[in-house]
């Protein structure tokens, strides 16, 4: 059975334009560094909740597919990060079967390690897009990273403990009454 919060991350609706964000929230929506480090800066020990890893066929990812090369299976990560033992962020990473040759085999053996702290420390890691969405109150955005020039889909959707929800942002959307 599927965990709840990635319910509401397929739930995500990128938006085409993003709105008038503040400061924080936007920073944090567009971070380009790993947000594993950008929790582990706010004070936390960061764990990893593994929910599921495992190939899968093309019906398994159907809103990813027209961001990925089409292939036969993908190698598909589901977790919640978490920050001193509380989720702050539910992650899906999709990577085709293609991309994951060389070094790049390593994301099959991540266990409870978290992405960031694979990805982040390679000099080849570029990023493509960063598309910002939004499910009911909760931010997320989805990200295409290329190791080696190769693929992969990172989808985040930040959590109602998650720092990105400071009081004077719930709404996330900057007010024009002062």
Same mark, same amino acid.
């Given at each position: 059975?599927?965990?709840?919060?990635?319910?509401?991350?397929?739930?995500?609706?990128?938006?085409?334009?993003?709105?008038?964000?503040?400061?924080?929230?936007?920073?944090?929506?567009?971070?380009?560094?790993?947000?594993?480090?950008?929790? =582990?800066?706010?004070?936390?020990?960061?764990?990893?909740? $593994?929910?599921? =890893?495992?190939?899968?066929?093309?019906?398994?990812?159907?809103?990813?597919?027209?961001?990925?090369?089409?292939?036969?299976?993908?190698?598909?990560?589901?977790?919640?990060?978490?920050?001193?033992?509380?989720?702050?962020?539910? #992650?899906?990473?999709?990577?085709?079967?293609?991309?994951?040759?060389?070094?790049?085999?390593?994301?099959?053996?991540?266990?409870?390690?978290?992405? #960031?702290?694979?990805?982040?420390?390679?000099?080849? $890691?570029?990023?493509?897009?960063?598309?910002?969405?939004?499910?009911?109150?909760?931010? #997320?955005?989805?990200?295409?990273?290329?190791?080696?020039?190769?693929?992969?889909? $990172?989808?985040?959707?930040?959590?109602?403990?998650?720092?990105?929800?400071?009081?004077?942002?719930?709404? #996330?959307? =900057?007010?024009?009454? =002062?």
């Amino acid at each position: 059975m599927s965990h709840p919060a990635l319910t509401q991350l397929r739930a995500l609706r990128y938006l085409d334009v993003i709105p008038s964000l503040k400061t924080t929230l936007r920073e944090w929506l567009l971070l380009e560094d790993s947000m594993t480090k950008r929790f =582990e800066q706010q004070g936390k020990t960061v764990t990893v909740t $593994l929910l599921r =890893e495992a190939f899968v066929g093309r019906e398994a990812i159907t809103e990813e597919l027209t961001l990925l090369p089409e292939e036969p299976r993908y190698w598909l990560r589901e977790i919640i990060l978490c920050a001193d033992g509380v989720p702050w962020l539910v #992650g899906r990473t999709v990577v085709p079967e293609s991309t994951l040759s060389g070094p790049e085999l390593a994301l099959q053996k991540l266990g409870k390690t978290p992405l #960031g702290r694979y990805l982040f420390t390679s000099s080849t $890691l570029t990023r493509d897009f960063i598309e910002v969405g939004r499910s009911d109150e909760l931010w #997320g955005r989805r990200s295409r990273l290329r190791l080696n020039g190769k693929p992969l889909l $990172l989808t985040e959707l930040f959590l109602p403990a998650s720092p990105i929800y400071q009081k004077e942002e719930r709404d #996330g959307v =900057e007010s024009d009454a =002062e």
